[in-house]
T-cell receptor, first 113, second 114 residues
């Protein structure tokens, strides 16, 4: 299994600003994933982050809006840039474990005013 | 378009009841399917993973079945308890080349009354 922590757990931000979310895993993993869960909606994959390469973004998500860093095998950051109220969501970090099991962090609840 | 649907959206049952949560998906060519539990402020916890070649998986009071031909999975919870109250999410991994992408359903919000 993998234990994942995220910082911050929640934040309230003003529109036009940026927030960087940190994800730390207690073991080395090849791939890390960033998901968004908008209010009342299901989880949507934002991007897949591999160490040493550029993140792969899903349709509808762009690097300028959601830049991702992956400096090593246990850590990643997701930045939500130039925020608007529509970015208010829960952002979750995830990793692939053994036997295809996915492990999730506790999430970061973001409110944009 | 690959989609995952969960019915019902919400369910309230008295303690001790057996219950079934439903998940349907649009493409029978899946890689695997996972059931998750989501508690407020605690992220997601994987409950059961069913590979494409399997028909069911069991863990304690939970049993998940998979019928690819009909595009359905069910999560059976036996003898429900108030601690089972949470949102249950179904996620399907389709064989999209080069990714480990899961498509999530919108979840079933379960409340078990003491």
């Amino acid at each position: 299994s993998a234990v994942i922590s995220q910082k911050p757990s929640r934040d309230i931000c003003q529109r036009g600003t940026s927030l960087t979310i940190q994800c730390q895993v207690d073991s080395q993993v090849t791939m890390m994933f960033w998901y968004r869960q908008q209010p009342g909606q299901s989880l949507t994959l934002i991007a897949t982050a591999n160490q040493g390469s550029e993140a792969t973004y899903e349709s509808g998500f762009v690097i300028d809006k959601f830049p991702i860093s992956r400096p090593n095998l246990t850590f990643s950051t997701l930045t939500v840039s130039n925020m608007s109220p529509e970015d208010s969501s829960i952002y979750l970090c995830s990793v692939q474990g053994g036997y295809d099991t996915q492990y999730f962090g506790p999430g970061t609840r973001l409110t944009v005013l | 378009k690959q989609e995952v649907t969960q019915i019902p959206a919400a369910l309230s049952v008295p303690e001790g009841e057996n219950l079934v949560l439903n998940c349907s998906f649009t493409d029978s060519a899946i890689y695997n399917l996972q059931w998750f539990r989501q508690d407020p402020g605690k992220g997601l916890t994987s409950l059961l993973l069913i590979q494409s070649s399997q028909r069911e998986q069991t863990s304690g009071r939970l049993n998940a079945s998979l019928d690819k031909s009909s595009g359905r999975s069910t999560l059976y919870i036996a003898a429900s308890q108030p601690g089972d109250s949470a949102t249950y999410l179904c996620a399907v991994r389709f064989p999209t080349s080069g990714t480990y992408k899961y498509i999530f359903g919108t979840g079933t919000r379960l409340k078990v009354l003491a």
